[in-house]
C-alpha cells in the first residue's frame, strides 16, 4: 500500500497518468539544479537527474536536456552541464526521458566580475585626533552589461604592518581583525564602510597597507584589478 501512495504522489507531481506501469517505464524525474541555482557567464555548473519508476526507485534510463535560451546559456543535452553566456538574464532547463519532461527549472546567469577598482586616492591621511580613516573604496564591474556588480564579495586585508599575534594589533578593520570581507552594494561598493582604525592603547603605526581582492563567483580566480593598496599614513 505504502509503495502504491508513493507511485501516485510520484506520478501526480511528473503528470504521468498516461505512462505504462513496468518497472523499467520513468515516471517522474528529479531534477537537482547547481548550487545556488546561479551560473557566472564563462562558467560552467552541472545539472543532475534521477529517474524514478512507479515503486518510487530509481532506474537507469537516459536524461536529455534543453532549454528555450541559447542566447543565455549552453547547454549539453547529453550531460546537464551549463555554460553561462548573457549575464543579467535568466534561463529555462528541462529534463526529459521516456517521453516524460519534468517542470522547468530556471537558472540565474550573472555578470562577469571583470574588473575591481579602487574609487578615489590610494594614499589616506589619518590625523592625529582621528581614530579611523576614511572610507577605503573599491568598485567590481562588469564590461558585460557594462556596470556595477551587487551580490559579491570584496576581501580586505591589512599587509603591513604583520602582526605575529591578534594582540600586537595596532590597526584593524571594522570587524576587529586583520581581514574582513563585505558584500558589495547596488553601487558595485561596500554595503558598509571599509575602514582602517586605530587600536585603543596600542601606538598607530607611521603608515600601514591595505589591500583589497575579490574572486570569480564559483571560483578562486582572480578578478583583475585585485592586489590594489592603500597606503594609510597616521599622525603621532
Known sequence: MKRLVAASAL????????????????????????????????????????TLNQDGDSINAPVLWATPDT?????DSLTGQVVGRK?????????SSQGLVATPNVINVLATADTLILVGSDTVRVDLLATTSTPLVARLESFDPV???????????????????????????????????????????PTIPMTLARVTGKTSPDSAIVEVRATRYRNTQAVPGSGQRWIVRFSN
Open 87 to 95: 549575464g543579467g538574464t535568466q534561463a529555462r532547463v528541462q529534463a
Open 147 to 189: 556596470g556595477p556588480l551587487a551580490g559579491r564579495v570584496l576581501i580586505y586585508e591589512i599587509i603591513e604592518p604583520v602582526f605575529a599575534l591578534p594582540t600586537d594589533a595596532t590597526v584593524a578593520l571594522p570587524n576587529a581583525q586583520s581581514a574582513d570581507t563585505v558584500p558589495t552594494g547596488a553601487t558595485g561598493e
Open 11 to 50: 506520478c501526480a507531481l511528473a503528470a504521468c497518468s498516461d505512462v505504462g506501469s513496468s518497472s523499467d517505464t520513468v515516471i517522474a524525474i528529479q531534477v537537482t539544479p547547481p548550487p545556488g541555482g546561479v551560473v557566472e557567464v564563462g562558467d560552467t555548473v552541472q545539472y543532475t537527474a534521477v
Open 71 to 75: 542566447q543565455n546559456i549552453s547547454l
